[in-house]
């Protein structure tokens, strides 16, 4: 069973800093990585990261966040900086690893970013 676990979120001024970690129960993830869901928005996708280190963002945080992983401890980080309110939301790890003949994705439970004004 695939165990993810996040930590690293909290209540943050606009303009602050926060860094996410997540953990992973498994090893070599193709992708590891950071989706968002702010409350009646639909869930976007953050970043990313392979295996390699190939990274994609979303257009909203490119030169505020950045992800790396960690593949001997098998945890990704995501680094926010410059917060705005608007990345007030959930934000929930996931990995995507090949499990029973296919490319599955695998979530954790997600932790709470809230960013006041």
């Known amino acids: 069973q695939v165990q993810l676990v996040e930590s690293g979120g909290g209540l943050v001024q606009a303009g602050g800093s926060l860094r996410l970690s997540c953990a992973a129960s498994?090893?070599?993830?193709?992708?590891m990585g950071w989706y968002r869901q702010a409350p009646g928005k639909q869930r976007e996708l953050v970043a990313r990261i392979t295996t390699g280190g190939s990274t994609n963002y979303a257009d909203s945080v490119k030169g505020r966040f950045t992800i790396s992983r960690d593949n001997a401890k098998n945890t990704v980080y995501l680094q926010m900086n410059s917060l705005k309110p608007e990345d007030t939301a959930v934000y929930s790890c996931y990995v995507n690893l090949w499990a029973a003949s296919e490319w599955r994705d695998y979530w954790g439970k997600g932790t709470l970013v809230t960013v006041s004004s």
């Open positions: 498994v090893v070599s993830a193709r992708y």
